[in-house]
Each structure stands twice: as C-alpha cells, then as structure tokens.
C-alpha cells in the first residue's frame, strides 16, 4: 500500500519568514495530493490540493510544489503568521474521493 | 451542501467497557466513508474504511470495529476498551464528484 513520509515533524519560525513541509510517497499511482491544517483540539481541513498533472499551485501565501519523478510534494508557506501556527498533514490517494493515506504531520509555530 | 455529524465530542470510558461513535452524513449519496484514529501528538492512522453499505474493510487488526448499517451512517464499536485505545477519533466522507475528505469535528476519548 501508499506510504507517506512527513518532514520535519516540528517547524518554529519567526513571523514574516517563509516555512516549507516536504513529504515523500510510495505509490506511483497515487495523483492526488491534498494538505490538510489541523488546529488544536478541532478536524483537519483542507488548505490546498495538487493532482499529478500540475507541477504547481498556488493560493495566496500558500504553494505546494509537486515532483512526480521524484514522488516528493511540498507545501510552501510565506509571510508566516501566528494564526498559521497549526499542525500540517500531507496526503496522497490514487484518485480523489479515495481513500487517503496522511503523513505523520508537522507542528508548526510561527512566533511574534 | 454536505454536513458530517460525529458524536459524542467527548468521551471518557473505563477499561473493558464497550464503545460506540455514531458518524452521519447529509446531502450526498454513495459517500466513501473513513475512520481515523489520532493519538496525542501524532499522526492520523487509518482504521477502517467503507465504499457501501455492509462493506468494512479495515487497515489494521485491532480491538475495534465497524459497521455501517445505512448509506450515510458509519459506526465504529469494540466490546471491551482497553488504554490503547484512547485517542481523537475522526470520522471523514469522501465522494467521487469531490476532490477531498471532509472530516467530522473528532470524539476524544480517554480510557481510564
């Protein structure tokens, strides 16, 4: 089955820097990359999404970058907020609406 | 629009009693249906996904179950809780005209 790796496991960076959380997958059929925020204490939700046939997105201060040779996707956060201080899953599935298979997640803290 | 009710939110059981967490969901059909299991601090580990009615599969042998009796209704049960199984429990549907997992707002469970 899918295999998501999730690094780092713990992210601190000052307000106004930029943050980037890298996972790698096992499936080459997967084509379907969500990222998903989870606040404390409440449900993951999604931020941003990527399938295979788009090497890049963007919305705001949030990218994702995806490297189907590689199997490796990343999300790129700039001009860190402290509201963006949250814990951050990757994902990957073989077609949306399938099952999705999480990395181990990243801790972010955006300090003032 | 589609809404996913989970319950209790909380909910604390001594050991070797059984448990029982409702999920629904409203306005689709045919939804995949998920759940998810996070220990504090760590990932989201899939314990048991279903595509229709009656059909469980389950992605790691445990003290856990589930079924899922209706279209729209998924039920994760065990008949005698052990200190393992604490935990932030998420219930999430996915269907094929969506492009991601919805989750409902989590049962944190402490056994004691």
């Known amino acids: 089955g899918e295999n998501v790796e999730q690094h780092p496991s713990t992210l601190s960076v000052q307000e106004g820097d930029s943050a980037v959380i890298k996972c790698t997958y096992s499936?080459?059929?997967?084509?379907?990359f969500p990222w998903y925020k989870q606040e404390l204490g409440k449900r993951p939700q999604l931020i941003i999404d990527?399938?295979?046939?788009?090497g890049e997105k963007k919305d705001q201060r949030i990218a994702v970058t995806l490297n189907k040779t590689a199997k490796h996707f990343s999300l790129h956060i700039t001009e860190t907020q402290p509201e963006d201080s949250a814990v951050y899953f990757c994902?990957?599935?073989?077609?949306?609406?399938?099952?999705?298979?999480f990395g181990g997640g990243t801790r972010l803290m955006v300090k003032p | 629009s589609q809404t996913i009710h989970q319950w209790p939110a909380t909910l604390v059981q001594p050991v070797g009693s059984p448990l029982s967490l409702e999920c629904t969901v409203e306005?689709?059909?045919?939804?995949?249906l998920y759940w998810y299991r996070q220990a504090a601090g760590r990932g989201l580990q899939l314990l048991f996904y279903?595509?229709?009615?009656?059909?469980i599969s389950s992605e790691v042998p445990q003290n856990l179950s589930a079924s899922r009796p209706q279209d729209r209704q998924f039920i994760l049960s065990s008949k005698k809780l052990l200190l393992s199984d604490s935990g932030f429990y998420l219930c999430?549907?996915?269907?094929?005209?969506?492009?991601?997992?919805?989750f409902g707002q989590g049962t944190r469970l402490t056994v004691v």
């Open positions: 999430a549907w996915a269907g094929p005209r969506h492009t991601e997992a919805f």
């Open positions: 499936d080459s059929a997967s084509n379907y």
């Open positions: 279903s595509v229709g009615i009656g059909q």
């Open positions: 994902a990957a599935s073989i077609n949306a609406g399938n099952m999705l298979t």
């Open positions: 990527i399938r295979s046939n788009v």
């Open positions: 306005g689709t059909s045919n939804p995949n």
